[in-house]
């Protein structure tokens, strides 16, 4: 038990970073990580999710469930904050696991981490498809259907793939790119949807709780089965009940820390980037859902494209062309860096032999760790083209809320182990600002459906029976020594 439970030190962490074979190029600066999580960030959520909360759960309070969320998720951003700055180590919550818990655990994380940037990756991969088809139909390009296989997504993740082999500089700025046409479109649906806003549309800006049917069986929520509680929409319950859904639109700022290795000053450009762009998500959210729902009734909103139809309904078709423009940029941005995150992770894992060790290898040119990139590429083309994921897409909201749990307890432990390390970042009032983190945390996931909590622990069992037959064996940490290299070239 005692082996499994053997914590990596800090000081061994940052000396693997050296290795010549296992070397990540440092190219990134604060600005690059802000974009990067801009860009992974601001996706379907602010297209699509802001119109179906407020018409089911919140009404204009919708605004308020983006604000709970992001204070969520800003308790969260700064435990990671502060990890990244005192180990700023490729990885993630999984490196930050290691640490403070030990290398099961850690293995624990990074397993959840493989299902929440996987799954994330292909759902958005296909909602990509989906804008980019319906775009193409508009302007009188039908895509021919080829027996079910949904090209389009698999053709964006091989061209996303090749951008993230040939280097996270080439990549940084593929993503401002993209990213600065998104915020661009977001920014004009702001500023022209408040030349239509009408102020009757905001009252009552709180409606008045009403009960919706229960759901029934393993699709019912976790807190409901234990405590009898009923769902209520609207009213303030319904606030806080359109918060752990708006929460997928906030899903993403995490990655920016398994760019911890190629950051060129990553103790103080890893807490601005992160931050940074949390806080910057959290404006733009909180401002498009005012201007949505002060354009149209919150039950007159469209479920599917509450943004484009919303000023389609007000006689502005061409800004709904903008708008279908502007999800495309965003979701293109977004599958790239989950998968860019999915990498490193991976990358991590690999350098502690708990998977195979020679897949963690440098390109010698590129500086990136491309036979892994190849390989997340191809699964994720593959779960992208051929299979459904819409059932097993809340498995991504609650792998992300785990990881975010055992990050906030890390901060703690680590406080208390190792009090002498520099942090350039400290999270303020400690252990309150954890704890809460911790808290908020649960109280979202028990709001996820019990069949939701099977496939999590299933996924979870097949990681540990995997462990043991591999990475138990291989771990590098316990002492294990792979077999030199046999060469330099890729």
Not at 407 to 413: E, R
Request: hydrophobic share 55%; glycine share 10%.
């Amino acid at each position: 038990m005692a082996e499994i439970m053997r914590t990596k030190s800090v000081e061994q962490s940052i000396e693997d970073t050296e290795a010549p074979e296992h070397r990540l190029k440092r190219r990134l600066s604060a600005v690059d990580l802000t974009v990067f999580g801009i860009g992974v960030i601001v996706g379907t959520g602010i297209f699509v999710l802001t119109g179906r909360v407020a018409r089911e759960t919140a009404g204009p309070a919708v605004a308020l469930s983006f604000v709970v969320a992001a204070i969520v998720c800003g308790l969260a951003a700064l435990c990671y904050a502060e990890f990244a700055s005192t180990i700023p180590v490729a990885g993630s919550a999984y490196t930050f696991a290691f640490a403070t818990l030990g290398e099961f655990p850690a293995w624990i994380i990074g397993w959840d981490l493989m299902l929440e940037m996987a799954l994330a990756g292909a759902v958005v991969a296909v909602g990509w498809s989906g804008y980019f088809t319906s775009l193409l139909a508009t302007i009188g390009i039908p895509l021919p259907d080829l027996a079910g296989i949904n090209y389009p997504a698999m053709l964006i993740v091989a061209i996303l793939t090749g951008i993230l082999v040939a280097g996270i500089k080439l990549s940084s700025r593929v993503n401002l790119a993209i990213v600065v046409i998104k915020v661009t479109v977001i920014l004009l649906v702001i500023i022209a949807g408040l030349f239509f806003i009408r102020t009757a549309n905001y009252t009552p800006f709180i409606p008045a709780p009403k009960a919706t049917p229960a759901v029934e069986g393993l699709g019912a929520p976790l807190i409901q089965v234990l405590f009898g509680i009923t769902p209520v929409a609207f009213g303030v319950i319904g606030i806080f009940s359109a918060a752990a859904i708006v929460f997928f639109a906030f899903i993403g700022f995490d990655i920016v820390a398994t760019a911890a290795e190629e950051t060129i000053e990553p103790q103080r450009d890893l807490p601005r980037g992160i931050i940074g762009s949390l806080v910057i998500c959290t404006l733009l959210y909180v401002a498009v859902s005012l201007v949505v729902v002060g354009m149209q009734p919150y039950s007159r909103l469209s479920e599917d494209a509450p943004l484009a139809d919303a000023f389609t309904a007000v006689g502005q078709p061409w800004i709904a062309g903008l708008i279908s423009i502007g999800a495309i940029a965003g979701l293109t941005t977004v599958v790239m860096i989950l998968m860019l995150g999915q990498t490193r992770v991976l990358f991590a894992m690999c350098r502690d032999g708990l998977l195979p060790r020679t897949l963690a290898k440098v390109h010698p040119v590129y500086g990136t760790p491309a036979r892994i990139t190849l390989i997340v590429g191809f699964v994720t083309m593959v779960l992208s083209g051929f299979i459904s994921l819409g059932a097993l897409a809340e498995l991504v909201n609650i792998g992300t809320l785990f990881a975010f749990v055992v990050v906030s307890a890390g901060v703690i432990i680590l406080r208390r182990t190792r009090p002498d390390l520099p942090r350039a970042f400290r999270v303020p009032l400690v252990p309150v600002l954890p704890i809460a983190s911790v808290l908020a945390c649960l109280y979202l996931m028990m709001n996820l459906p019990v069949e939701t909590w099977l496939r999590f622990f299933a996924w979870l069992l097949i990681g540990v029976v995997i462990y043991f037959l591999y990475g138990y064996r291989h771990s590098t940490v316990r002492g294990y020594r792979a077999p030199g290299p046999k060469g330099q070239g890729f």
